[in-house]
């Protein structure tokens, strides 16, 4: 089974940093999608940035552009988040998914609907 664990989120003020890690275990797809989810508290889960397994392609809210960025290390089988500037609007539960492309189309790469597998969220708080 796809296994992914988050990890690096905390407690940071607003300007500061973190970077949040995804890695993957027990895949056997070679090109997917991994993307970044977060829920801040008493809202639905929004889409915030995603990548292709291969690095050709990458995509992010419009609420996270140029400050978020998304990176890979392929030994590692683990995805980074680094979140700059960051804002007390970006507060909430981080979550990463993954699935294969032939089962995400690109225009709905950040739709939640789209992916069959979860961590289990690292909480992210700007205050």
């Known amino acids: 089974d796809v296994q992914l664990v988050e990890s690096g989120g905390g407690l940071v003020q607003p300007g500061g940093s973190l970077r949040l890690s995804c890695a993957a275990s027990?895949?056997?797809?070679?090109?997917?999608?991994v993307a970044w989810f977060r829920q801040p508290p008493g809202k639905e889960r929004e889409g915030v940035a995603v990548?292709?397994?291969?690095?050709?392609?990458?995509r992010y809210a419009d609420s996270v552009k140029g400050r978020f960025t998304l990176s890979q290390d392929d030994a590692k089988s683990t995805v980074y988040l680094q979140m700059n500037s960051l804002k007390p609007e970006d507060t909430g539960m981080y979550y990463c998914?993954?699935?294969?492309?032939?089962?995400?189309?690109?225009?709905?790469?950040?739709?939640?609907?789209?992916?069959?597998?979860w961590g289990q969220g690292t909480q992210v708080t700007v205050s």
């Open positions: 998914a993954t699935d294969r492309d032939v089962n995400v189309p690109p225009s709905l790469a950040l739709d939640s609907h789209r992916y069959n597998y």
């Open positions: 027990g895949y056997t797809a070679s090109t997917y999608f």
């Open positions: 990548i292709h397994s291969q690095g050709h392609y990458t």
